[in-house]
């Protein structure tokens, strides 16, 4: 384990607020927004002061071996005070842990030391870079670099030297697809595990004056699903409770940051024909073979030392994985999460609306096409970061063939109290193959207090959208109240979306409705029968209500018994009633029928209600094998329905990864009879943390199709990648059964290198 460090200051992982979302009336938004400018000193008066921890500092090289032996590593403080959220909120770690950090000339430096007296125990199954470590054992480090609170970066390392990095930008949580230039590596001893962390000053934003970090370090023992942190430890705060973070000291003056960061691609790709089939197995082509060599251009500039400029030309895509085959049995849209690298960095930053149903800004509306076709992207570019109280964000892109437009985001957060914000947006769509201009402004706020140490979060926004000078603007607002601690999770909301509402770089779920929703749960831990924690969900209800008048949708869900035991498992049953009464009717079924024409099942306008019930098992994710089993049955609309789904996940430390699941819905209704399925295959491959492998495969009757996405990805050294893809997709339930597999109705291979470098 290199020389014992045991003495000084403790830690911990995932554990974060359930923070606050959104909003109330245009009104009432307003008055918040213009109360707010008048609290933050009082609440900067009764801040505590926090513990510190001083750096060390080496002035030799250092070895990233997953040891840290070098004498430089007892010059540094020790952070070693480590206590329980769970299972025991408050005691001590029930094993040491140990952390030192290193300022060097060329980046920071941190150590952990993972005493176990029962290294046998020691969970460590996943080894690919951005895994869920969630199944193993961990250890997190935060570092908020300017210290506002607000902002920040988190690296995870586990036994295996798996990475894992978030970006920090308010909220409740890290944006996880935030990937960030640095290195790790780990070893597992006779005494437990050692990990050491190398990040470079460039990866960083800071200010140069040798001013304190806020800091926060845990570790996870998955073994007994133990949860300790050094700071924000309580269960109303966690890891991320950024009001209780510590301080790094002695850092002394930081290097200017390189001016520029650079990742030119070349990519190279070859496609099929497209193959029509027909339900006989015969096909038309369409299309044309084609190979391509593209090369484009990826850059960071550091316009200041906490704001950066991000450009892109002939921006490339073909490494994403694939979207998840889904069948919507709903009259309203699919929301399909960003998995676009230059959309995903500083996302936070953008965030206005409420996620999955009111967004003002929702970054695949940006080069992609109705029909979730990709457009090219021709260029773009995204300055974000600091300058002192305000976060500010602007995003410019310019797409090509398909949409030929030019779309812009502007985005600021000024700080209230000591977490909290009020800020504004701005979002445009314009150019040659758009019809005038649509724009989209609003304003919101977000004010977390702690009452008799219960948080308590108020947010809300108000937003109005223009299709071209001089159309009807329309608007939408929300407020909303929350109380998310552990013993409860209580919150209201109210909403009004106008029928015309319709930002252009939105995502809006339904409009021309008032929302009432809300719930009252309590989770109480009785400590009995191996239960960590009860969930029992009083009610919660989530009502539209038609502008004009009437009910549009509701569901009222109760959910009587919940419970997750000390081993990780969770077991749940519900009890929901669902309300729908659409204007127009619709399709929920609309597949190819075997032998041609179509099976269509359609929902007649009308009022409808029905009731179902659901029981759920989950099985702890340190298991070497997991199992996830569901089912529900009742009514639906004038008809029944029940349904089947499950999954197993095997992991074989630590290289192989495998999990199937799949689902099956048997719907009877007087309008015809179907049944709905679904499954998909993944396995994760990795040789270690820097060269891995993923193959997932997804099925589904709706689309009547197989899908392949396999992905090969290789390191070579932080900041560069290289890849291989290949995605294919084949016809299912053609006549004389079997899948055409020397045929696929589309394949593509892609081969794409991106290299790293500073200027």
Not at 22 to 45: D, I, N, V
Not at 366 to 374: L, T
Not at 685 to 707: H, I, K
Request: include cysteine.
């Amino acid at each position: 384990m290199g020389p014992d460090p045991r003495g000084g200051v403790r830690l911990l992982t995932t554990a974060s607020l359930h923070a606050a979302a959104a909003a109330r009336g245009a009104r009432a938004c307003m008055a918040l927004l213009a109360a707010a400018a008048f609290l933050p000193a009082a609440a900067a008066a009764q801040a505590p002061v926090p513990p510190e921890v001083r750096v060390g500092h080496a002035a030799g090289p250092l070895r990233l071996d997953g040891v840290p032996d070098e004498a430089a590593w007892i010059t540094a403080d020790s952070i070693t005070a480590f206590t329980q959220q769970d299972p025991v909120e408050g005691q001590p770690g029930t094993e040491h842990t140990v952390v030192r950090i290193l300022a060097a000339p060329d980046g920071l430096w941190v150590a952990f030391w993972c005493y176990d007296r029962h290294p046998e125990r020691i969970v460590r199954a996943q080894l690919r870079r951005d895994a869920d470590l969630g199944s193993d054992d961990h250890v997190s480090l935060f570092l908020d670099p300017q210290r506002d609170r607000r902002s920040g970066f988190l690296f995870q390392v586990n036994p295996n030297g798996a990475m894992v990095d978030g970006e920090f930008a308010g909220g409740h949580e890290a944006n996880g697809d935030w990937n960030g230039v640095w290195d790790a590596r780990a070893r597992v001893g006779a005494e437990g595990w050692t990990a050491e962390l190398f990040i470079p000053w460039q990866t960083l934003r800071y200010r140069r004056d040798g001013a304190p970090w806020g800091i926060n370090v845990g570790r996870y023992i998955r073994a007994d699903n133990e949860d300790t942190m050094w700071r924000g430890w309580s269960r109303q705060q966690g890891f991320l409770f950024l009001d209780q973070e510590g301080l790094l000291t002695g850092i002394g003056a930081l290097p200017a940051r390189r001016l520029t960061e650079w990742r030119p691609y070349i990519a190279g790709s070859a496609t099929d024909f497209d193959r029509d089939y027909l339900p006989d197995r015969t096909y038309t082509l369409s299309g044309s073979r084609d190979q391509e060599v593209k090369v484009g251009l990826d850059g960071k500039v550091a316009v200041a030392p906490t704001l950066t400029l991000d450009v892109t030309a002939n921006t490339d895509f073909a490494q994403v994985e694939v979207d998840q085959q889904v069948v919507n049995l709903t009259r309203f849209p699919v929301f399909f999460p960003e998995k676009r690298p230059f959309f995903l960095e500083a996302s936070g930053t953008f965030d206005f609306g409420q996620e999955e149903r009111t967004l003002a800004f929702y970054s695949r509306r940006i080069g992609v096409g109705a029909d979730r076709a990709p457009v090219p992207i021709m260029s773009g570019a995204r300055l974000t970061g600091r300058v002192g109280s305000e976060r500010i964000g602007v995003l410019a892109v310019r797409t090509g063939e398909g949409e030929n437009a030019v779309d812009v985001a502007f985005r600021l957060k000024h700080d209230v109290l000591s977490r909290g914000y009020v800020g504004g947006i701005v979002t445009g769509q314009g150019g040659p193959g758009v019809q005038g201009t649509r724009l989209t402004t609003g304003a919101d706020y977000e004010l977390p207090f702690v009452i008799g140490g219960q948080n308590l979060v108020l947010s809300g926004f108000a937003s109005a959208t223009r299709d071209s000078a001089g159309a009807p603007t329309a608007t939408a607002w929300r407020f909303f109240v929350d109380f998310p601690n552990d013993w409860t999770d209580t919150w209201f909301a109210l909403n009004r979306i106008e029928a015309g509402y319709d930002p252009a770089l939105g995502f809006v779920r339904q409009t021309g409705v008032w929302r009432h929703t809300g719930q009252f749960e309590f989770a109480p831990r009785p400590h009995v029968l191996g239960i960590r924690q009860l969930r029992l969900k009083v009610i919660e209800w989530d009502v539209s209500l038609n502008i004009d008048g009437g009910v549009n949708n509701a569901f009222y869900d109760v959910i009587p018994f919940s419970a997750e035991f000390e081993t990780g498992d969770e077991v749940e049953f519900s009890v929901r009633r669902d309300i729908d009464v659409p204007l127009e009717a619709f399709d929920i079924w609309d597949v190819a029928a075997p032998g041609g024409g179509r099976t269509v099942v359609t929902i007649p306008a009308g009022r409808y209600a029905w009731n179902r019930a659901t029981v759920q098992f989950f099985s702890s994710s340190g298991r070497p094998v997991g199992v996830d089993l569901g089912a529900s049955t009742g009514q639906f609309y004038t008809g029944t329905s029940t349904s089947l789904e499950g999954g197993v996940d095997v992991r074989l430390a630590p290289h192989i990864i495998a999990s199937g699941s799949g689902s099956t819905g048997w719907v009877r209704l007087p309008q015809g009879r179907f049944t709905a399925r679904t499954a998909e295959v993944r396995l994760d491959y990795a040789a270690n943390p820097r060269l891995g492998g993923t193959m997932w495969v997804q099925w589904d009757n709706e689309s009547d199709r197989v899908t392949v996405n396999a992905r090969l990805h290789w390191i070579p050294k932080p900041g560069s990648d290289a890849y291989l893809v290949w995605n294919g997709a084949w016809p299912t339930g053609l006549e004389h059964g079997g899948i055409p597999w020397r045929r696929p109705a589309r394949g593509a291979l892609v081969g794409k290198f991106v290299y790293y470098f500073r200027a």
